[in-house]
């Protein structure tokens, strides 16, 4: 397998502007976490899914976040309008059916907000 | 609410000497603990886990790490530490029943000098 796939891995923006990230898990695996690392406050857990249905989206900052899973297979975290204070690491991960918490991360997109 | 204190931001120790990365948790009941290593421009890639049983758990790479109730603490242990060690590594930790989400320390960063 792959692993867990994410794009762009580096994406340059200006202020306002609509940033679309995404994420291919592992096939078989029935949940998917968006973690967002900065150095300030290490690494967040935004929102997290259970066969493609969101279970928590507390910790996605406000509203100008939003993420989808149309499918086991692809995953996206959308920010519309970007703001330089989400200049950040952004995660995916995956992990099996019953695979305790063993969490496997993509590369990870690394987003700037100009 | 659980949380994870890794005390230890950075720590430089010399190739070939033994490591101990210091990790302590927050929990009314026996966690799942986890070990999580990110090498620079990568994801996080595990290198071992407790859930029950014996107290001293052996992972990847060399490293093994204990789980000492008493003390609440889960510390990683190298005993000769190689250069391509350099990373930043990060403790974790979820509810020991049913399914939760981790929750992660905010790392240590290891140095290793020749």
């Known amino acids: 397998d792959a692993g867990v796939i994410q794009s762009p891995r580096h994406e340059v923006t200006e202020m306002g502007q609509e940033v679309t990230l995404r994420c291919k898990p592992i096939?078989?695996?029935?949940?998917l976490f968006w973690y967002r690392q900065t150095m300030m406050r290490g690494l967040e857990l935004l929102i997290y899914?259970?066969?493609?249905?969101?279970?928590?989206d507390s910790g996605m900052p406000e509203d100008r976040f939003s993420a989808k899973m149309p499918n086991a297979s692809f995953s996206t975290l959308k920010i519309q309008p970007s703001e330089p204070r989400d200049s950040a690491v952004y995660f995916c991960?995956?992990?099996?059916?019953?695979?305790?918490?063993?969490?496997?991360f993509g590369a990870g997109s690394r987003l700037t907000v100009l | 609410a659980q949380s994870v204190t890794q005390p230890d931001i950075h720590i430089t120790v010399s190739e070939g000497a033994s490591l101990e990365l210091r990790c302590n948790y927050s929990?009314?009941?026996?966690?799942?603990l986890f070990w999580y290593v990110q090498s620079p421009g990568q994801g996080l890639q595990l290198l071992l886990k407790?859930?029950?049983?014996?107290?001293l758990v052996q992972g990847i790479k060399g490293f093994e790490a204990e789980f000492k109730r008493s003390q609440s603490s889960f510390n990683l242990r190298k005993p000769s530490v190689h250069w391509s060690d350099a990373a930043e590594y990060f403790c974790?930790?979820?509810?020991?029943?049913?399914?939760?989400?981790?929750?992660f320390g905010k790392g240590t960063m290891l140095l290793v000098s020749p």
């Open positions: 991960a995956s992990s099996a059916p019953l695979g305790a918490n063993v969490l496997t």
């Open positions: 974790a930790v979820s509810l020991g029943t049913g399914y939760s989400t981790l929750t």
């Open positions: 096939s078989g695996h029935d949940y």
């Open positions: 407790y859930f029950s049983g014996d107290t």
């Open positions: 929990y009314g009941a026996t966690p799942y």
């Open positions: 899914f259970n066969n493609n249905v969101p279970i928590d």
